[in-house]
């Protein structure tokens, strides 16, 4: 019996040393989705809540704006979200859940069909239209089967984009090149740049804008397939738009601007004006 | 028996630490892996976003993002494991390793959990590498544990009872003995020297006194290993050796190993069996000797005289030898007047035979007695000594 006992204690033990001898912390669910800084200098702030809705998926964006002296007068903390256009959930515009909003201007408008007031943004600044074309590291692309032939087409993985998806599209369907090229879709434009320079794909389509040699989005010439489309846009919330904060918002959107590594996310556009301008 | 139990539990004791810390080890692993592997599943199933995946299989996902996402809930999993000072493992480092074919960090693990994760109804393969480090602390506590745990068992506890022990002591509990005094006895003896031979047993049956509380000497004696030799016949010859010179272990596995021999001594008027002095009175002796001289010299034979009719031919052969080893002048008279009577003749037998199972007991005695046959003439009783002629020395 005494056995027994002492069997059963050293299991007791055992399981104990086993099963309690650990504990497994708790895990925060939060959205990685968001970027977020604290402004040291005035932590009892509201937060500014901005979204990127074409996915520019920016990293320095967060601290630049943290950086500047404007945002930091206004606001305790800056979030950013960047999010997939065919993930974006049109409510967080319906229900203004974000301050400022980075999106194509077709975005916007087709929440807005309802009228002016359907939502409560407002745009105050954009960047330049651009256009779409195909492009290939050997040769310009063209829109022929021969030339097609066993080569590969990356596209985003967006219908929503008009650039690298819809027109793209089009353009080889109008071609009746329905069996070539091949096409391997890509979720972000640095993975479709990227697959092109390692030669997983043999043609883009990418950009058309006057990037300056040393822009990372600097290509060959390619085959234009549209030239004029409406580039993206900063939309405001309306109860920013009237309060101090606005001028000073608009100033970090020129400084970013300015400081953008591409050339053109540097060319922006103020369409409303600061009252105090 | 003591010394050997000792040792016996000091095995046990490193097998059973060595055991035990294996298992706490793999136990401990296997658990905080489970656990892992729960609390990790659920939290990317909450926050990894289906977004960065693609859709179909010629769609790749977003692996700037999935990695940059995998190194914040890296960072998040940093101290994921909280390890107590008793757990068999400490140091517990967890890190998401790969989502789907992108890598997210590079450093090995000793362990890859992998969970498979639905993201746009496709599964992915999500490896998250687990490293912890042995908790030696633990396995020298178990042992030092465990140790202080069997000294007290080597000190404070009886050995426990082999399965021979059990069987003496309810032998002996079978023959009257308390189980205290049963336990006290038996735990003297190792295992082996329980073990007896059936002839031991035999002897130590016959031996065994439960009034003389002998069991210990008993058991002394048959366990000799002269004793373990002896087949049955040599048994009970030992037996009686030592109830006739109780102690006597030596001369009584003398006797036991002597040749069978029966030896006449007619000028001393003796009787031995094997050595053994058998007394005897002179009449009976002679007559037992008649015999003895009847079967040296053939085949042993001798009719008994009709109950009406004296042999006045076998009574003077009686005659001869008994006026020549000086019989009772008495006894030789009647003969010689009579002849030999079947009367005279069976009480002489009756004498010899109880004189000798007084020395040789009712089972070695029958051996140097007569057996009986009917003679070819149907009618009377012939008798003759059933020990055979080259085992029969006459001294005369």
Known sequence: ????????????????????????????????????????????????????????EDPDLVNTWCQTPEIARHFGALELRSVHRDHLDLRVLYESRYDLVLAKPELINSVGQAGKDAIDYELIAQYSDYGSQLVALQSIPELSASWMKGKTLGL???????????????????????????????????????????????????????????????????????????????????????????????????????????DYFRKIRIVRPCYAD | MRTRHRQKLAWIWLLLSALLTVFLFGASQISIENAVQERVRAHLLLTLDESHFGNAKNQTNDQKALQRIGKQINAAMQNLVVNRWYSAQKSCVVRLQRIDEVAIDDNPARRVINISLSRNQIEREVDIGLSCSPNWWVALGIGAGLG?????????????????????????????????????????????????????????????????????????????????????????WLVLGLQSHPGNLSRALGLASAKDAVEIDLREMKLSVRGLHVPISRTPLLYYAWYAMSRVSGDGWITNPASNRPDPVLGRELVHLMSEFDGHARAINELERTGLRAKTLDQNRSKIKDDMVAVLGEKLAPAYLFEASKHPNGIHMRYRLQVEARHIHIIR
């Open chain 1, 1 to 56: 019996m005494l056995y027994g006992a002492a069997f059963f204690v050293t299991l007791a033990l055992g399981w104990f040393v086993v099963d309690c001898g650990y504990e497994i912390q708790q895990l925060e669910v939060r959205d990685y989705n968001i970027r977020r800084c604290d402004i040291v200098a005035n932590s009892s702030g509201p937060v500014l809540r901005v979204l990127d809705a074409i996915y520019m």
């Open chain 1, 156 to 262: 985003l993985d967006d219908p929503n984009s008009v650039s690298a998806y819809q027109i793209p599209r089009a353009a080889l369907h109008r071609s009746g090149l329905t069996d070539e090229p091949g096409i391997i879709y890509f979720r972000s434009y640095r993975e479709l740049y990227k697959a092109l320079f390692e030669g997983q794909v043999d043609i883009i389509p990418a950009l058309l804008s006057d990037e300056g040699p040393d822009s990372a989005l600097q290509l060959p010439p390619g085959l234009v397939l549209e030239e004029t489309i409406p580039g993206p846009a900063w939309y405001l919330h309306r109860e920013l738009t009237q309060g101090p904060a606005y001028c000073d918002l608009l100033a970090a959107l020129a400084e970013s601007a300015r400081n953008s590594k591409f």
């Open chain 2, 148 to 236: 202080l745990l069997f000294a007290g068992i080597g000190i404070f506890l009886p050995p426990p009872l082999s399965k021979a022990h059990r069987q003496w002591i309810n032998y002996l509990l079978e023959r009257g003995y308390s189980g205290a005094e049963a336990f006290e006895i038996i735990r003297q003896y190792d295992a082996p020297r329980l073990a007896l031979s059936p002839a031991q047993l035999v002897c130590l049956e016959q031996l065994h006194d439960r009034e003389a509380h002998n069991f210990p000497d008993v058991l002394e004696m048959v366990t000799h290993e002269g004793v373990a030799v002896l087949d049955d016949d040599q048994v009970d």
